[in-house]
């Protein structure tokens, strides 16, 4: 029997922390603790991106996604102060119907991901061309990859108008001065005059 | 590396969307009161898009980009009828959303997820397709809850968010798994790459196109993953729905026609059968339980899912012929569609919703044009004579027949029957009821011709199909 | 040239378009002058243009061109059949459309007369035009798609215009049954032109007798153990559609109701044109009919059934105008004995006089009603003849023409029908010749009846009535006098050229078997159109025709009681005329009580209890039923939903990996 390659045994960890601390996100009762797992199962994805030489994407995962996206969501999560409202109950009364259908999915897929259905022949070379990561994915994201960059950041674009056109609400009771309604105006609109008969004396 | 420059001219009207919608964006954050001027940036950023195809629409077909981007006639057919149908929509729009305080994001979103969809008829890669199909669905579930002070409207964003996440999660790992079953993503280096393919290996492709027809099925409302357009539907502003029930059908039927004829073609016998099934079901589901419905959006939601189990006869039958049926049948439909949603849009004024079938009552007595108009949208859909709808559903039964599946010819004719009824209650709700609300109707004359040249569009192509069944023919190349 | 002649042929046909588009849809903008100046000039255009295009047929001898309008309809592959407009302009086409036009325009014009005081006046030219377009576009389709078109429109037309005075019950109840009748012929019409499309694959006429004579070869099995040619199928078919629309005999019940319609369309419409349209189209068919002795038989009987038994009817008729519509069927049926003879030239040259001396008649008889104050009964007429001149001349002419006295037009052309069913060696051949020999005598004796009747004898209407009687305006007369003029020429003028000359009008426009070619025997018997004459006087159809004019003056001037007493004498004979041989009586019993009663008995049982009961209640409420279950599970929640996916998913996944695997 083969000697397990030491890099085999760091990816199997870092696969197993990874999917448990996922099961952990969607498992967990507190939110706060939910957020905290999914930061595990991004450094645990950061660590086996790493192994598969893919230092740029590894570093960026942990800088973008750990180190502001999730921070901001944690920042989110304590300040809306959700109410840890117990849905135990229902869940488990889901769960045997939930655990029926991952099993049965998960034996389907055994059945048709099995290993020898994968021939690496296809695949692309295991060996990356010379140089540093970040600059041949900048080689190839501006040349040959340049229209779906171009179209991820539009996407982005839309995604940031989608989600400020949602929550942007214009302040309701602001009262604000019309100024060119006020230029606009003509004495008319204004003032009336009004022809009062003057008193005349009784005498 | 070898680096090829492209040709920008294939992307022209994408660029040249992508260059006024920034512009309509710009426009929107530095003028103020800049409704009507958004409106006419946007039909005008629309307008030239599809006179971009229009203009370069031929039969030479190429791919630039990188393989990213294909030039051909099914995109530029398919690019020309997403643009001028969301240019419909956004006609009915117009006093929709100025009288119910709808913001100006909707043209803004409205023109990203246009060209979300153009991205995607003409996209030639996995990542492609994925990017504009995202593209095409993030600025909808935004549209569909911009009426912020509507409940239903946030609870109908939320659900189809949520689906459509899952939707397209499926859709990636199936792409993904063939992805690691081919080594590329480039659709015709993939059809290339199954067909050196050991056999034992297709139960790996027939598991990811599972995942892919489930994804293709959310997008198109197919049963079973029809679920969410009814909800979405009814729950949207009219006005939202009338865009998202018509362009984005036509995107993703070219979507589909990307998927499943460029890159699959050598597993056709697969998702053949797994058509069968979708559009059987969709058949039904649609057709049956639309009869129980009292809201006409609803009603037109069902309606729209067994429209689409027609559609995929077309696209099951696995030629050319049935292709362009297919096609035939889905810009045939997204008139209907787009029409029928801007006659709701059009008889609702600002507190009403002329969403329930009742309120269609006596419609020919308080405006005969009107009613004659809606009741041109019904028989086509329908697919009564001599609306287009019948040609429709006709060109695609043929192809169903011609590949000797008339059990399933028959079955499609036999719901149709039965789908009939609640198109032909709408018209006798009009004609034979009495009015429920005396009132005259007062709606924009813009809108009001634009309803006239849809629904007498259906009548004219019925009766002259020769031209769009011509192009429909190009773009197979037949 | 050809793109040329192609814009002529198209300014032929859109012009009446044009006219009753305008007349129609602007009718309240441009007044009644603006609708009768906009029609007439349209259908002048279009008279003008069509002569231009004889000149180029005739005179410059240019050859049959077939234009392409416009495809309608062509899917190469996904939809691999070709519907189109076209125009087929050859000899036949072009004699059509100048007889068309020709009548059509002075109808237009005597109509501005007729109608002066009515309130759909504009609808009235909106309708006549129309019709003008849809016979147009009948003679010269190129396809059967655009002759069914052509057919359907005429036939439309003619039935909003029986209707034209819609309030008047024997108005409506004539148009439902031209209506209905018409429905039975045009059904075996569009059934023989689906066998054509299932055998040929092509609705060009050009495509279709190209396979003429494998239609013939090939057999079709309609009963069990019989075996029908298919081009005997598609002749019968199509002729039972000629039945129809040309009023043979059974289907020709509706012609006489038809004249409740305005006596300009009776003139045009029912008299000269619409109902010639059979004729035409028999003609046109001559390369299938050529190759079906049955179909020719079964014209010929038919057509000569008619031309004896309707005249005969035409004798005991009192409304002016009916006679002159039963001498039409009469006339019809003539034709249909040339068609069936294989004298197909003659039928249609017959076709061509009778158009202007039938359409003379009718606006005659259309005057003498307006003198009358719209009484139609000749019973109470008499004595016209010093009131109106103008119009006893006229009539005059038309009734001589009709009862074929040489030199009128009418002589030429019926007796050489008359020669060739005697010629024929067609199976009832021998049949029809003693037909139309009776017919001959019978014609001369109800036309010559009422022409008696109407304007000699003594005035049998109130003193007051006849001191009013006066000659109709200009606009009335003068297209009788302008039908008149080729009522008396055409005949002589056009019998060479017609029948027997090297290049006939019809040239190749049809096809004759050598073996059928019953004109080419009697070409060896001609000597000119005035030698004819003379000969006519040896002739027994001469002689009976002079002896139908005898009885007719015997009986109606000199004895009037003779009528009255034979009547009697003869009650049981009588009542057969008078009840129209029964058919309307059989109509009545058998198709209209028969199919109201099955019609009942199909609604109580068949439609309330099995279909309305069981299958439209039954499946509307199961469907309802199960609707509304299945929309429960619409239940709104998003959990629900993606539940509903997920399983969809799962159960997708099964079928595929269980198929893949047992694979």
């Not at chain 1, 889901?94 to 991952?102: E, N, R, S, V, W």
């Not at chain 3, 190749?508 to 004109?519: G, K, W």
């Not at chain 3, 004019?549 to 009037?560: D, E, S, T």
Request: proline share 4%; hydrophobic share 55%.
């Amino acid at each position: 029997m083969n000697p397990i390659p030491i890099s085999m045994l760091i990816f199997y960890l870092f696969a197993g922390i990874a999917v448990l601390s996922a099961i952990m996100v969607i498992a967990s009762n507190n939110p706060v603790r939910g957020v905290l797992f999914l930061v595990v199962t991004f450094i645990a994805s950061s660590g086996m991106w790493m192994m598969a030489q893919a230092e740029f994407l590894s570093l960026i995962l942990v800088l973008v996604y750990v180190g502001a996206v999730m921070t901001l969501f944690l920042f989110v999560v304590m300040m809306i102060n959700i109410e840890l409202t117990s849905q135990k109950r229902k869940f488990s009364y889901y769960l045997p119907f939930g655990a029926g259908i991952i099993l049965l999915l998960v034996l389907m897929m055994l059945i048709a991901l099995h290993p020898q259905y994968f021939s690496f022949g296809s695949m692309p070379s295991g060996v990356l061309p010379k140089g540093a990561n970040t600059e041949l994915l900048g080689k190839v994201l501006y040349t040959n990859y340049a229209y779906p960059f171009i179209v991820a950041g539009v996407l982005l674009l839309t995604a940031i108008i989608a989600a400020i056109s949602l929550v942007h609400r214009r302040p309701r009771d602001c009262k604000s001065q019309q100024v060119t309604e006020q230029i606009k105006t003509r004495r008319e609109l204004r003032v009336r005059i009004v022809n009062l008969p003057s008193e005349k004396k009784e005498d | 590396m070898n680096f090829q420059f492209p040709h920008f001219s294939a992307a022209l009207p994408e660029i040249f969307l992508l260059s006024m919608t920034c512009l309509v964006l710009l426009t929107e954050l530095f003028m103020k009161y800049s409704r009507s001027v958004v409106y006419v940036l946007s039909q005008v950023a629309l307008l030239g898009t599809a006179i971009l195809f229009i203009l370069g629409f031929n039969n030479i077909s190429y791919t630039t980009f990188n393989g990213h981007l294909i030039f051909d006639a099914l995109g530029s057919l398919l690019g020309i009828f997403i643009c001028i149908i969301a240019c419909i929509a956004f006609i009915y729009a117009k006093h929709y959303t100025r009288d119910r305080n709808i913001p100006n994001e909707y043209y803004i979103l409205g023109l990203f997820s246009t060209l979300g969809m153009l991205v995607m008829v003409t996209a030639q890669s996995f990542l492609m397709i994925y990017l504009g199909l995202e593209l095409l669905s993030l600025p909808l579930y935004a549209m569909v809850a911009l009426q912020k002070d509507s409940p239903t409207a946030t609870e109908a964003a939320m659900k189809y968010f949520v689906m459509g996440a899952i939707a397209s999660g499926m859709l990636l790992y199936g792409l993904s798994l063939l992805y690691g079953v081919s080594g590329s993503l480039n659709l015709p280096a993939v059809a290339s790459a199954i067909t050196t393919m050991p056999e034992k290996q297709h139960l790996v492709l027939v598991f990811a196109l599972v995942f892919v027809i489930a994804g293709l099925g959310f997008k198109l409302a197919a049963a079973p993953f029809h679920m969410w357009a009814p909800d979405v539907y009814t729950g949207a502003p009219t006005a939202v729905t009338a865009f998202l029930a018509s362009a984005p059908k036509i995107a993703a039927l070219g979507m589909a026609f990307r998927l499943l004829i460029t890159a699959l073609p050598q597993i056709v016998s697969q998702w053949h059968e797994l058509l069968i099934i979708l559009s059987v079901l969709s058949i039904t589901i649609g057709n049956v339980i639309a009869i129980a419905q009292s809201n006409l959006k609803r009603m037109l939601a069902y309606s729209a899912i067994a429209h689409i189990g027609y559609m995929l006869l077309g696209l099951l039958s696995g030629n050319a012929q049935g292709y362009s049926a297919a096609l035939f049948y889905i810009l045939v439909y997204s008139i209907m569609s787009v029409g029928g949603f801007g006659m709701i849009v059009l008889l609702s004024r600002r507190g009403f919703e002329a969403e329930n079938i009742e309120d269609f009552k006596g419609l020919n007595s308080r405006n005969p044009w009107l009613a004659f108009m809606m009741m041109l949208l019904m028989l086509s859909m329908a697919g009564v004579p001599p609306t287009v709808g019948f040609f429709a559903k006709l060109l695609v039964l043929k192809a169903v027949v011609q590949t000797q599946m008339v059990w399933l010819a028959v079955f499609a004719v036999l719901l149709a029957i039965v789908g009939a009824f609640y198109y032909l209650r709408v018209i006798k709700t009009m004609y034979f009821d009495a009015p429920g609300d005396p009132t005259p109707i007062a709606c924009a004359s813009d809108t009001r011709l634009m309803i006239s040249i849809n629904s007498l569009a259906l009548l004219v192509l019925g009766i002259f199909p020769g031209a769009l069944l011509e192009v429909c023919r190009v773009a197979f190349g037949l | 040239m050809n793109q040329y002649l192609y814009h002529v042929v198209l300014g032929i046909v859109l012009a009446p378009l044009a006219g009753s588009l305008i007349a129609g849809l602007f009718r309240n903008q441009i007044g009644r002058l603006g609708a009768q100046y906009a029609t007439i000039l349209g259908v002048f255009i279009s008279f003008a243009l069509s002569l231009f295009v004889a000149k180029a047929i005739w005179l410059d001898g240019i050859s049959p061109k077939d234009f392409l309008g416009y495809i309608w309809m062509s899917g190469n592959t996904i939809f691999p059949f070709t519907f189109k407009v076209g125009f087929l302009i050859d000899r036949l086409s072009a004699l059509m459309m100048v007889v068309v036009t020709f009548v059509s325009l002075l109808v237009h014009i005597y109509s501005i007369g007729y109608m002066a005081d009515d309130d759909g006046y504009q609808r009235f030219f909106s309708y006549i035009s129309l019709f003008t377009f849809a016979m147009l576009m009948l003679v010269t389709a190129d396809n059967f798609l655009q002759l069914f078109f052509g057919w359907e429109g005429v036939g439309l037309v003619s039935y909003l215009l029986i209707g034209f005075w819609f309030k008047k019950e024997s108005a409506i109840q004539g148009n439902l049954k031209a209506f209905l009748v018409n429905r039975v012929g045009d059904f075996g019409f569009i059934l023989g032109i689906a066998v054509i499309f299932t055998y040929v694959g092509n609705l060009d006429y050009a495509a279709v007798f190209s396979h003429a004579t494998e239609l013939a070869a090939d057999k079709i099995s309609l009963f069990s153990g019989t075996s029908w040619s298919v081009v005997t199928v598609i002749c019968i078919l199509l002729f039972v559609g000629a039945m129809g629309k040309s009023a043979q005999v059974p289907l020709h019940v509706w012609l006489p109701e038809s004249m409740e319609g305005p006596t300009p369309i009776s003139a045009l419409i029912h008299a000269a044109t619409m109902v010639t349209a059979g004729v035409f189209m028999v003609a046109r068919m001559s390369p299938l009919y050529e190759l079906s002795q049955t179909a020719l038989t079964l014209v010929i009987v038919i057509g000569a059934t008619g031309a004896l038994f309707t005249g005969l009817l035409a004798i005991v008729m009192n409304d002016i105008k009916r006679v002159v519509a039963y001498s039409t069927l009469s006339q019809l049926g003539y034709m249909m004995v040339a068609m069936g003879a294989s004298a197909y030239s003659a039928g249609i040259f017959h076709l061509a006089t009778h158009a202007c001396f039938k359409a003379l008649l009718f606006l005659g008889a259309g005057s003498v009603i307006m003198a009358m104050h719209h009484e139609q009964d000749m019973r109470k007429m008499g004595g016209l003849w010093k009131r109106m001149p103008i119009t006893y001349i006229c009539f005059l002419i038309g009734t001589l023409a009709l009862c074929a006295i040489p030199p009128f037009a009418g002589f030429y052309s019926k007796d050489t029908i008359i020669e060739a069913a005697q010629l024929s060696t067609i199976p009832g051949a021998s049949y029809a010749y003693y037909c139309v020999l009776i017919g001959a005598f019978v014609t001369a004796l109800y036309s010559f009846r009422a022409f008696f009747l109407t304007f000699h004898g003594k005035p049998r209407m109130d003193h007051h009535t006849f001191e009013h009687v006066h000659e109709t305006p200009w606009v009335v007369w003068v297209p009788l006098v302008l039908l008149a003029i080729p009522s008396v020429l055409l005949g002589a003028f056009l019998i060479s050229p017609m029948l027997y000359d090297t290049h006939t009008v019809l040239g190749n426009s049809v096809t004759v078997l050598s073996q059928h070619n019953v004109l080419a025997e009697m070409k060896h018997e001609f000597h000119g159109a005035l030698a004819m004459i003379p000969h006519a006087l040896l002739t027994v159809t001469f002689w009976l025709v002079i002896a139908g004019i005898f009885v007719a003056w015997l009986a109606y001037i000199k004895m009037p009681n003779l009528p009255g007493w034979f009547a009697q004498r003869f009650s049981l004979l009588y009542r057969v005329f008078v009840d129209k041989y029964g058919f309307d009586a059989l109509n009545q019993m058998v198709f209209v009580k028969g199919t109201k009663n099955f019609g009942n008995a199909l609604f109580k049982i068949g439609d309330r209890k099995i279909i309305d009961g069981f299958f439209v209640n039954g499946s509307g409420i199961s469907v309802r039923w199960i609707a509304l279950r299945a929309r429960l599970a619409e239940s709104g929640y998003l959990y629900h939903y993606v539940t509903a996916m997920i399983l969809g998913l799962l159960i997708f996944l099964f079928i595929m990996l269980t198929s893949g695997v047992i694979d």
